[in-house]
């Protein structure tokens, strides 16, 4: 079943005329009609799905002529017999329906007939290399800044390549592994691992997420001394956490030595 792109121009159908029950030679090939052995008698339309039938006016045409509504030629009785080419209207195909039908009835005095053709309208654009027509997919080639991304590497890490405009990703250089639930190191670039040990996590004292790790880790494992008020790391060798307690064992000041 031929398939149309909805608004498509300049589109020819190419019908397959036989011999009808009336014919010396029924379910043959006819071969050398003209476009007078269609509106002589007969006729040619089309009709969109719902829609009534729309009449066209046949005319010559030529085999590789440029398009021309109505335009009806055979394409070649010897090596393609019963093969014929009609130009139907630009209207045929405008957007807004599922199907047009189109169809030739051939002058009762060639005993032939050809079968109705329906082709479906689709918003798709199979010609459209890019995106298929599909509008709400990016007009970019796959890889490029805005499109759709397409690097992978041996492991199936994905590169996701997008836009500049506020809000969008651009990762031009990370990896994201899509073969397996975690993400390290070598999923993502060198500067985007810093970047996340240095987020800042606690803005009274800027302490980054390393920093904070690290006073955590003495506070859980760490060393103590002076009754609990000094925590050093888990070896023993630098202090992380020196509280200042009063008379009521109140944490009164807390000096935090993190690891840079």
Same mark, same amino acid.
Do not use: K
């Given at each position: ?49 719902? &829609? %009534? @039938?729309?009449?066209? +006016? ?5 085999? $590789? !002529? *440029? ?61 459209? &290399? %890019? @995106?298929?027509?599909? +509008? ?5 080639? $796959? !890889? *490029? ?116």
């Amino acid at each position: 079943m031929p398939i149309a792109t909805a608004g498509v121009t300049n589109r020819s159908e190419y019908f397959y005329i036989v011999g009808d029950a009336s014919h010396a030679s029924p379910g043959d090939p006819v071969t050398g009609l003209l476009f007078s052995d269609i509106e002589t008698g007969g006729s040619a339309s089309y009709m969109r799905q719902g &829609a %009534v @039938r729309t009449d066209l +006016t046949l005319i010559t045409q030529t085999v $590789a !002529g *440029a398009h021309s509504d109505g335009g009806f030629i055979e394409v070649d009785a010897t090596n393609m017999p019963g093969v014929y080419r009609c130009d139907y209207p630009d209207a045929a195909y405008l957007t807004g329906v599922d199907f047009v039908v189109c169809q030739i009835v051939v002058a009762a005095a060639n005993n032939a007939v050809a079968a109705p053709i329906q082709v479906d309208i689709t918003d798709i654009d199979l010609r459209d &290399a %890019v @995106r298929g027509g599909m +509008t709400a997919l990016p007009n970019v080639d $796959a !890889g *490029a800044a805005g499109g759709l991304a397409d690097d992978t590497d041996a492991n199936g890490r994905t590169r996701v390549v997008s836009g500049t405009a506020a809000g969008e990703i651009s990762l031009t250089s990370g990896l994201v592994d899509l073969t397996t639930d975690a993400v390290d190191s070598t999923s993502l670039a060198a500067t985007a691992v810093t970047d996340i040990w240095a987020s800042e996590v606690e803005s009274e004292g800027t302490y980054t997420a390393q920093q904070v790790l690290s006073i955590c880790l003495s506070v859980l494992a760490g060393v103590t001394s002076s009754g609990g008020d000094v925590l050093e790391t888990p070896n023993g060798v630098a202090n992380r956490v020196v509280a200042t307690v009063d008379g009521s064992n109140n944490r009164t000041a807390m000096t935090l030595t993190p690891s840079s």
